[in-house]
């Protein structure tokens, strides 16, 4: 049995299997070689030594798809505030995924880019901290590699009065001004 390049062409096969019989049939065990290029139009055929023939393709495009690594860091903002739109979070292209997964704290949305390694995403009113996930995954059952980053969402500090003190000072006199406490105010 011979397996053709990811194109479909068999000017180079590669053998991936034999069977040694004199019966007109049976089994060939086939094993596609590992480090064989990720790919979506690979072939097989099998060619006979005694008659010396060489079979058709099977017809059917295979796809090969290798196992998914490095997922990388994800990048972006690590502090945001509530109600934020536009924050752009990505990762280096994970090596052969075929499709990405990101997962978002409650109250954030993906605006852009939800099956590549770069999204957009904007924060609700009520958005709380949490972690942003990627995984990077293909086809194959065991093909699949994440990262994780935190995210801490603050919230929009609100005035709670007016400031209050002297309107009117003279040059090199000093004057105290205060103003209600802000609500989640973290400084002033």
Known sequence: AQLSNSAGSFASPVSIGTLASTANSGTIACTIPGGTAQ???????VVSSNPAITGSDNGTNISIYQTVSNAGTIT???????SQTGVVYSVPAITNATTYTWTLPTGASITAGSNTNSITVSYSASAISGTITVTGSNPCSTGSTSAAFAVTVNVIPVAAGAISG???ICQNQSATYSVGAITNATSY
């Open 39 to 45: 790919g979506l139009g690979y072939r097989i055929r």
């Open 76 to 82: 972006g903002s690590s502090i945001v505030c509530q």
């Open 166 to 168: 002297s309107g009117f």
